[in-house]
């Protein structure tokens, strides 16, 4: 069964350093999306993604994150300079199509971020 | 805004035992539903879902749930839990008709004791 995939699993970083995370969403699928869960909080959405450009963001998702889709195959979201509180494990999703008969997101396993 | 509450945070049942976790949403129009559920170590997975028609929905493993509108509720019922159903079970919500972005529930941590 095709599923989402993140890399990395674990990323430990310094406050003030960029960070980028990888996802390879479901080859067919054309909507994207990152979502993260602080531990012990909900899980909580940052933003959606459609032909190649952002189509909806939280308040989270300020100035220091970007996302990206470089080569037709990867999905990226950066983090230009980290903070403490962006500590979390990071869910990248995607979906078939905006007006399928299925709407669901299939989630990859998450990229645990660990700011120091 | 879009929210969900899920009032049960932390659950324990034995094995066998019946299973009920409350959703309720508030959104100004109609929604798709969802229940994810998390196994310790794993990725989000859907075990159901709501978009129109019969609403009692009958998902992966055993797991039915039940759209109520009248109540904004969608809760997840299980008739006879196994040990394995030990997870962390979410409750979310998008625009009806859409793939926009969900809303979460805070989650309720399942423990099923043998």
């Known amino acids: 069964e095709p599923e989402v995939t993140q890399t990395p699993s674990h990323q430990v970083t310094q406050m003030g350093q960029e960070v980028i995370l990888r996802c390879v969403p479901i080859?067919?699928?054309?909507?994207f999306y990152w979502y993260r869960q602080i531990l012990g909080q909900k899980v909580e959405f940052l933003v959606s993604f459609y032909n190649n450009e952002i189509s909806e963001k939280s308040e989270i998702f300020d100035d220091q994150f970007s996302v990206e889709r470089p080569d037709g195959s990867n999905f990226t979201l950066k983090i230009r300079s980290t903070k403490l509180e962006d500590s979390a494990m990071y869910f990248c999703?995607?979906?078939?199509?905006?007006?399928?008969?299925?709407?669901?997101?299939?989630f990859g396993p998450g990229t645990r971020l660990t700011v120091t | 805004a879009q929210s969900v509450s899920q009032h049960n945070h932390h659950v324990i049942l034995s094995e066998a035992a019946s299973l009920e976790l409350g959703c309720n949403y508030s959104?100004?129009?109609?929604?798709?539903l969802f229940w994810y559920v998390q196994y310790p170590g794993q990725h989000l997975q859907l075990l159901l879902k709501?978009?129109?028609?019969?609403?009692l929905v009958k998902g992966i493993k055993g797991f039915e749930a039940e759209f109520i509108k009248s109540k904004f509720s969608f809760n997840l019922r299980k008739p006879s839990v196994q040990w394995s159903d030990t997870a962390e079970y979410f409750c979310a919500v998008n625009k009806t008709g859409t793939a926009s972005k969900l809303t979460f529930g805070t989650g309720t941590r399942l423990q099923v004791t043998l």
């Open positions: 959104y100004g129009g109609t929604v798709n």
């Open positions: 999703a995607s979906s078939e199509a905006w007006q399928a008969s299925s709407y669901e997101q299939y």
């Open positions: 080859s067919n699928h054309l909507y």
């Open positions: 709501y978009f129109s028609g019969d609403p």
